[in-house]
């Protein structure tokens, strides 16, 4: 039975294919707002990252694709709400696989878009972490040479969470002349996600509780990890980004790289299952809402965070698998959507904020 925030033997399997984990969006028109009537000054700008997975395109504040999808998968929903609030925004590209995108004809399809970046500004979207935040770093310092950009607000959905913080330190080191001013992470599994622990043997099968649509994701994510051609899903377990055995992981190595950035984390927590293993549940389908809260995350790699917490799944793949909503995704959620606004229209006082607002100890 499925209710609003319960998850209880719905008895149905839900096919989980490698593509939905990125999330979808259904097409969405244009805003009808132009940048160029926005307050943001050019060289500020907003980028979009989307995740494991993801078919996406590159956009600019202008220019998007015409024909289905403005943003491709995950993103087009972030931009069009973005857009209309008067924010200067840009996509990247990912795909799955190497080279370049142009367009796309699977669900969430995309086509007529904007100039294919090269392969090496585009995320292959099933690479390990810091691979794709090098393409993102990449990415980031094209919009500087070629619009201008000087300073930007990263918005990433699921993995793109981490090809972001990855692309942040790597900004860094290399004395990039672009300086991100904050980092929204939208369902980002900072401590793992269940469904790679569980296919890793980390967390017990039986912690799915017997239910058909954790059971699925967890099959189609042991597939793709014991493929030998995907490394992403590896990195999506807890043991890597936070160690195993007294040896630091990958978050640990992150440490200074978030320093003076406020960041804001958004979990969604709709699927539910009573007395349920803690490590697996309340999840949005794919991260459990620990994961996405960074509770064991310290402040020396966190500085500074708040945390929001929606009674949503994933992505809108999810929801329309489940017979939920489009809006209980938190891709299309109007409140994510418009909280993310509110955030970012608060950067510059961010940091002089209590920190751990909303967030768990």
């Not at 907003?46 to 694709?65: D, H």
């Not at 999810?318 to 909503?325: D, H, I, P, Q, Y």
């Amino acid at each position: 039975m499925v209710s609003a925030r319960t998850f209880i033997g719905s008895g149905a399997a839900i096919a989980v294919a490698v593509g939905a984990l990125s999330g979808c969006t259904s097409s969405s028109p244009e805003p009808s707002a132009s940048p160029s009537g926005s307050s943001q000054a050019n060289s500020q700008a907003v980028v979009v990252v989307s995740g494991f997975a993801a078919q996406s395109p590159f956009t600019t504040p202008t220019e998007a694709c015409k024909s289905g999808d403005a943003a491709g998968l995950s993103d087009t929903g972030f931009r069009t709400s973005l857009l209309a609030a008067g924010y200067q925004v840009y996509t990247s590209p990912a795909q799955v696989g190497p080279g370049q995108i142009s367009s796309f004809d699977g669900q969430g399809a995309f086509d007529d878009c904007p100039t294919a970046l090269p392969e090496s500004m585009t995320v292959n979207a099933l690479d390990p972490i810091d691979e794709g935040g090098e393409r993102l770093r990449n990415f980031v310092n094209y919009l500087n040479t070629e619009y201008g950009v000087t300073s930007v607000d990263l918005v990433a959905h699921s993995m793109g969470g981490l090809f972001s913080r990855s692309a942040i330190k790597a900004l860094k080191d290399s004395g990039s002349s672009v300086t991100v001013r904050s980092l929204t992470t939208v369902g980002t599994p900072w401590e793992g996600s269940f469904a790679e622990d569980i296919a890793a043997g980390a967390i017990p099968e039986s912690a799915c509780g017997g239910e058909a649509s954790c059971e699925e994701t967890v099959k189609q994510v042991k597939e793709v990890s014991t493929s030998g051609q995907v490394k992403a899903p590896e990195q999506l377990s807890a043991a890597f980004l936070d160690g195993e055995n007294g040896k630091p992981g990958w978050n640990q190595a992150q440490e200074g790289a978030l320093t003076g950035i406020p960041v804001t984390l958004f979990a969604g927590n709709l699927l539910t299952l009573k007395d349920g293993n803690p490590q697996v549940w309340p999840n949005d389908g794919l991260a459990q809402e620990s994961s996405a809260l960074a509770p064991g995350v310290s402040d020396a790699v966190l500085p500074h965070r708040q945390c929001f917490v929606r009674p949503d799944v994933h992505s809108a793949f999810f929801s329309e698998a489940l017979g939920f909503k489009k809006e209980q995704a938190l891709t299309y959620d109007p409140v994510v959507l418009n909280q993310i606004n509110e955030v970012l229209a608060d950067v510059d006082t961010a940091l002089s904020q209590p920190n751990r607002v909303g967030c768990p100890s």
